[in-house]
């Protein structure tokens, strides 16, 4: 199993910087989920991985080795591309052959690996196909299994299930995490779904302009967002702007549609700060205006009335949109929902739990 | 039957033109062709192989068969080992200069080599410059037989006037490798020459077949170059031979069916042997990633390789000017008076000056059956779905594998003693052999020009109220106009140097084109050459001018139109 390390790596592609001072190190035998919006860098950097770019600054540690100036046919990573890129003159068998044909392998052990190969991913009786007589699905799984034969020391895919369609996407996410399972090897993965990378990673990295924003778990940057970009990046949020007022075991945010407490917030963040409170739309918890009482609004804690803008009716869950005094839109999410919350128009309560919204500093306007 | 109508856009305009297409494919290629077969394989008595059996048990006839298919082969042998690394440097690398560079690789084009062969022979005949530079210097002391029996000195002037056209189909195909392809096999481990060999080659093979074939067929079947150096041993020259003498010898059919087969035959060889496949590139990845700059000294390298071909090239083009401004030229390296005055000549000599006024009423009048014809098919094939698409398809693309010489063979032998024989006034039969030989350029400029052009444009403007005819005139044509213009600059200037057809169709010399008028003016002594050559030149502008207009149109997809 393999670790690998960018320390302070950039790269630079035309006009931009695609990867921007990039440091990351990635555990052995990790499943690692690169994840950003497109255009983030994300596929730059898993390409400086398999050596296709050179870093301008900064190097690649493959084990402490540095890689940065190793050409790609030497590093030994296995590569699952986005459109696959099997040769179209090469039978299935050949394509998976081919890694094991440059290693020199021997013909028998060739003929068990590739075989192997093709069986872990259920392909072995298509061998003599060609690449263009194969459905998507099929391809991918090929693709797959030519990066895997070669046992390399990483495994890099890029948006490997961005071609398929939704049902097919599912079952391969399984398969992918089950392989990964069994074969015990580093991967890293790039995609934008971040479905994808919330139900199969080890940990994700978030990617802006070319440099990572947050590393953590899946349930560590669901939960615990530390940039506004992150928390609506993963899973969608409510983001209310607010001035931080208190910083004690609860913070204490004023916003222009009520007083908000919330138990977790970003760190060094200072009394009086700009700040926003995120709150996920599931978490939201919607009430007709008249049962809150006769209490002012503005003295309603963690209480923001508004009125009902829009609704979606999904069959598992139902959305509404609820447009608050000061201008500002909350969604609430209600999930098995038998019997319909409010109509369009209505007046309602917005309630929200303490411990479900996340205090993040507000981010300087992007360039 | 009605789901047959269903399956098809077959409205009775539709039909009409179909028609009249079918009519003209099988006036002017189909008719043509079959009665040159079986003008080889009916006698008196019926039918007969006897023609094929004295062309095979005759040595002389065999060798000269055999003599065309070395040519072919030899050039495009060379052509593609000269080509290869061109395309390599150019399209892999970045460098300043690079449109430059390009630019000059496709200059020998702009040069038919019937005219190079005259300026060839004056710098490498027995007395000719290069002895005469060897012999002053002291390198040789015998002057050198280059152009020995004829044979090299025809594969150079081919290899040098055909390899832009091998260039831009490898080009071309290196460029349409998908670069994830490439990559993919690096991360597997493959570089260098294994790299090449394994994947990127393999998927040029479809391209490069398309350029190879091309050149193969235009080299074994080209009439003007051994006509001037007198290499009288090939197919085409024997074939134009015995053009005059049909009636009494029909052992020509023969020969132009030799020819057709031949040309099948390695079509479908090379077919075979290369990949017919064309492989369908799935979505492209990071395309820019292949091409990588250039080191300076490896920019220093592609100057050198470039320049130096280049150079090579020109040399044709410069003996020709040469010989044009030559007032004395007589056992000296260079000419040793300089005289601008053919140039005038050109426009006063009655034979020069007969012949380019009718090179250009039958190019322009060619040129407009090819627009008429090109659009129309190119639409039909497009946007319509109408029956015996593939057939019109392989007929509209029939004429880049048929050799002019059998066009030009099949027109005299099938129209004589019609209304349109060629003895008599070969005027039509010039201009529908011009127009047949480029069409399928036309077609394919247009086609080019409809597919890059999305429907929805003109649905949008039917679903806004126009008629079909109307979206036709000012949606779709205003859009596809720039391919139409490249199309037909091209096919004009082609028709003004088409050699084969003109040699064979005009017969008399008051309907000589131009290609006709050097030919003979280089027969006749005193200043025949000379004016020759500056005609030759005033051809070499013209085509050097529309070839760069048509590149303007075209630019990087140039190669799309010199394939089969």
Request: charged letters at 15%; one cysteine or more.
């Amino acid at each position: 199993m393999t670790s690998v390390k960018f320390d302070g790596v950039t790269k630079v592609l035309g006009e931009s910087r695609a990867v921007d001072k990039l440091t990351l190190d990635i555990n052995p035998g990790e499943l690692f989920f690169l994840l950003g919006p497109s255009g983030c860098g994300k596929t730059t950097a898993l390409r400086l991985v398999a050596g296709f770019y050179i870093p301008d600054e900064g190097g690649i540690f493959f084990d402490g080795r540095d890689q940065s100036r190793v050409p790609p046919h030497k590093r030994n990573t296995g590569m699952v591309f986005q459109n696959y890129a099997l040769w179209p003159h090469m039978d299935v068998w050949n394509n998976v052959a081919y890694g094991l044909k440059m290693r020199h392998v021997p013909e028998d052990e060739k003929r068990k690996r590739v075989s192997r190969a093709l069986e872990t991913v259920q392909m072995l009786t298509y061998a003599d196909r060609l690449p263009n007589q194969l459905s998507g699905g099929q391809q991918q799984r090929i693709a797959l299994a030519r990066a895997l034969v070669i046992e390399p020391d990483v495994v890099l895919l890029d948006e490997p299930l961005s071609n398929l369609d939704a049902q097919l996407r599912l079952e391969m996410r399984a398969q992918i995490k089950e392989i990964h399972r069994k074969i015990d090897r580093t991967m890293i993965y790039v995609t934008h779904d971040q479905a994808e990378a919330l139900s199969m990673a080890d940990r994700i990295g978030v990617m802006r302009s070319g440099q990572i924003v947050q590393v953590g778990t899946p349930r560590q940057l669901y939960m615990r967002p530390e940039s506004a970009f992150v928390a609506e990046f993963i899973g969608g949020t409510n983001l209310l702007p607010g001035r931080l007022e208190e910083i004690g075991d609860l913070l204490t945010v004023k916003t222009p549609a009520g007083v908000v407490h919330a138990l977790n917030g970003v760190k060094d963040m200072a009394r009086g700060d700009p700040v926003l409170c995120s709150v996920r739309p599931e978490s939201v918890r919607l009430e007709p205006a008249e049962e809150s009482g006769d209490v002012p609004p503005s003295d309603r804690i963690n209480q923001l009335t508004g009125d009902v803008e829009s609704i979606m009716y999904l069959g598992d869950s139902e959305q509404y949109s609820v447009r608050l005094a000061d201008g500002a839109l909350v969604r609430a999410v209600e999930y098995n929902p038998a019997v319909k919350k409010a109509e369009i128009g209505d007046r309602v309560v917005v309630k929200i739990n303490a411990q479900d919204v996340v205090v993040l500093p507000q981010e300087e306007p992007d360039e | 039957m009605s789901s047959w109508l269903h399956r098809h856009d077959l409205s009775p305009a539709n039909a009409a033109v179909l028609l009249f297409l079918w009519f003209f494919f099988i006036a002017f290629m189909l008719y043509p062709l079959s009665y040159v077969f079986s003008g080889a394989f009916f006698t008196d008595e019926g039918f007969s192989l006897i023609f094929f059996k004295l062309m095979l048990s005759s040595s002389n006839y065999v060798a000269i068969l055999a003599n065309s298919v070395n040519l072919g082969l030899a050039v495009t042998l060379f052509t593609t080992l000269l080509s290869l690394p061109l395309a390599f440097l150019l399209v892999r690398y970045d460098f300043p200069g690079k449109g430059l560079l390009n630019g000059l690789i496709l200059i020998p084009m702009v040069l038919p080599p019937f005219v190079g062969a005259i300026g060839m022979r004056q710098l490498l005949a027995r007395f000719g410059s290069i002895n005469l530079l060897l012999l002053e210097m002291g390198v040789i002391d015998q002057p050198i037989d280059w152009l020995g029996g004829g044979f090299w000195a025809v594969v150079l002037l081919e290899v040098l006037h055909l390899y832009p056209i091998m260039y831009l189909n490898l080009a071309a195909a290196l460029a349409n490798v998908d670069p994830n392809l490439e990559e993919a096999a690096k991360n597997m481990g493959a570089s260098g020459f294994k790299l090449f060999r394994t994947v990127t080659f393999p998927l040029m093979l479809p391209g490069y077949f398309a350029g190879a074939i091309i050149v193969f067929i235009w080299a074994f079947t080209d009439l003007g170059t051994p006509l001037i150096f007198e290499y009288r041993d090939v197919i085409a020259v024997q074939i134009f031979n015995m053009v005059t003498d049909l009636h009494q010898n029909p052992m020509g059919y023969a020969f132009v069916v030799a020819v057709i087969v031949l040309t099948l035959f390695f079509f479908y060889l090379s077919k075979r042997l290369l990949g017919s496949t064309r492989y369908e590139m799935l979505g492209r990845g990071h395309v820019a990633s292949a091409v990588t700059p250039a080191s300076p000294s490896l920019t220093v390298l592609i100057y050198t390789v470039v320049l130096g071909i280049s150079a090579l090239g020109i040399i044709p083009h410069l003996g020709v000017f040469l010989t044009s401004i030559t007032g004395r030229w007589f056992l000296s390296v260079l000419p040793s008076e300089y005289t601008f005055r053919f140039y005038s000549e050109v426009f006063s000599h009655e034979l020069a000056l007969l012949s380019i006024k009718n090179s250009l009423f039958l190019s322009t009048l060619s040129t407009l059956i090819d627009i008429v014809l090109g659009v129309t098919i190119a639409y039909l094939l497009a946007r319509k779905r109408v029956p015996g698409r593939s057939v019109l398809d392989m007929l509209a693309m029939l004429p880049l594998a048929l050799p002019g010489l059998v066009i030009a063979f099949g027109y005299v032998a099938a129209f004589s003693a019609t209304p349109l024989d060629a003895r008599i006034n070969p005027v039509p039969l010039l201009v529908i052999a011009y127009a047949v030989r480029r069409l399928p350029y036309m077609v394919r400029a247009a086609y080019a020009g409809f597919q890059q052009s999305s429907v929805v444009l003109e649905e949008a403007a039917m679903n806004l109220g126009a008629s079909p005819l109307k979206t036709l005139y000012q949606i779709t044509f205003p859009l596809v106009f720039a391919n139409l213009v490249a199309g037909a600059v091209l096919s004009f200037s082609f028709a003004m140097l088409e050699v084969s057809d003109s040699l064979i169709l005009a017969l008399k010399e008051q309907h000589y084109p131009i290609t006709k008028a050097i030919y003979a003016l280089l027969g006749r002594i005193a200043d025949g050459p000379y004016i020759a050559s500056a005609m030759g030149m005033l051809g070499l502008l013209l085509l050097a001018g529309s070839l760069f207009l048509a590149g303007r149109f075209f630019s990087r997809r140039m190669g799309e139109l010199f394939r089969a």
